[in-house]
C-alpha cells in the first residue's frame, strides 16, 4: 500500500505562486498523478510523472524525485478560479491500483 | 465525447431499500472504477472491472453489488445501506487498467444519503 502525505491547506494571492508538496511511501512506484478537484465536482486530471523531473504544462508544473518520495506541484499565476483541493495520487506497480492523498485546499484570494 | 456520465446525481434512501447507480463512457475505455468519497476526504477505491470482468474488489461489503454489463456501462447495486454509506459515489474510466499513463477520467458522482 501507500501513505500520502500533503498539507491540508494553502492560501495564496492572485497573480501569486504556490507549490504544493507530496511525499510518499510505497512498495512499488509506478507514477505519480495530480489531480484537481472543485467542491461538488469530478476530479480533474493535471499531470502525470513517472521519470524523476520537472513537466510543465502551461501555468501548472509538476516534479517527481523518486528516491525521495517526493513530488510537488507548482501552480503559477494564480487565478480565482484556481481555488480548489488538489489531489496527489500514487499508483502501485504492483497492482496498478492508485490511492489518493487526503488533497490540500488551495484558497486564492484577491 | 471524454465524459462518464453518472446517474443520478442525488439520491436518498433509507437502509431497506434497493437501488442502483449507473454510470456510462463511450470513450472505447476498457477500464472502469467505483470510488467512494466522503466529504474532505481523498476518493478511496472499491472496485475495478478490466474488460467488463472484475478485477479488483477492495473488501467492499456485500450490500455493495457492482456490475458491467457491456464495455460502456457499469452499475452498482446498494441494498440494505447503513447510514455511514452516506457519501459521493464516483465512477471513473481509463483506456486500459494500470497501463501507460492510467490517466481516469471520473464523472462529477452520485451523492448518496442513506437515513
Known amino acids: 500500500g501507500q501513505n500520502i502525505d500533503q498539507p491540508t491547506e494553502m492560501t495564496a494571492t492572485e497573480g501569486a505562486i504556490v507549490q504544493i508538496n507530496c511525499t510518499y511511501q510505497?512498495?512499488?512506484?509506478?507514477?505519480l498523478f495530480w489531480y484537481q478537484q472543485h467542491a461538488g465536482e469530478a476530479p480533474t486530471f493535471l499531470s502525470y510523472?513517472?521519470?524523476?523531473g520537472l513537466e510543465e504544462k502551461g501555468r501548472f508544473s509538476s516534479f517527481l524525485s523518486r528516491s525521495k518520495g517526493y513530488s510537488y506541484l507548482l501552480l503559477k499565476e494564480l487565478q480565482m478560479k484556481d481555488s480548489a483541493s488538489y489531489l496527489c495520487a500514487v499508483r502501485d506497480s504492483n497492482d496498478y491500483k492508485l490511492s489518493f492523498g487526503a488533497g490540500t485546499t488551495v484558497t486564492v484570494r484577491a | 465525447d471524454t465524459e462518464v456520465t453518472q446517474t443520478p446525481k442525488h439520491l436518498v434512501m433509507g437502509m431497506t431499500n434497493k437501488k442502483s447507480l449507473k454510470c456510462e463512457q463511450h470513450?472505447?475505455?476498457?477500464?472502469m472504477y467505483w470510488y467512494k468519497q466522503k466529504a474532505k476526504k481523498p476518493p478511496e477505491l472499491m472496485f475495478v472491472?478490466?474488460?467488463?470482468?472484475?478485477?479488483i474488489n477492495e473488501s467492499v461489503p456485500s450490500r455493495f453489488s457492482p456490475e458491467c454489463p457491456n464495455s460502456s456501462l457499469l452499475n452498482l447495486h446498494l441494498h440494505a445501506l447503513q447510514p455511514e454509506d452516506s457519501a459521493l459515489y464516483l465512477c471513473?474510466?481509463?483506456?486500459?487498467?494500470?497501463?501507460?499513463?492510467?490517466?481516469?477520467?471520473f464523472g462529477e458522482g452520485s451523492r448518496l444519503t442513506v437515513l
Open positions: 472491472y478490466s474488460y467488463e470482468k472484475l478485477s
Open positions: 471513473a474510466s481509463s483506456l486500459l487498467a494500470g497501463v501507460g499513463t492510467g490517466e481516469l477520467f
Open positions: 510523472n513517472v521519470l524523476d
Open positions: 510505497t512498495s512499488g512506484f509506478n507514477g
Open positions: 470513450m472505447g475505455h476498457r477500464a
